[in-house]
C-alpha cells in the first residue's frame, strides 16, 4: 500500500511540474517577444522600456 501512495504521489509532483514548466514556457515566450519588439520599436537613442 506503500509503494502505491509513493507511486501517486510522484505522479503527481511530475504532473505538476509538467504543468509549471509548460507555463513558464509561456511567460518565457511573452517576454522574448516583448525583448525582440523593444529592439524594433525603440526610437533614437532611448528605448521605449526602462529595466
Not at 37 to 45: D, I, L, N, V
Amino acid at each position: 500500500m506503500g509503494v502505491v501512495l509513493l507511486i501517486l504521489l510522484l505522479a503527481l509532483l511530475f504532473g505538476g511540474l509538467g504543468f509549471a514548466i509548460h507555463w513558464l514556457w509561456f511567460v518565457a515566450v511573452v517576454f522574448a517577444i516583448a525583448w525582440v519588439a523593444g529592439f524594433a520599436f525603440r526610437s533614437g537613442e532611448g528605448r521605449w522600456y526602462r529595466w
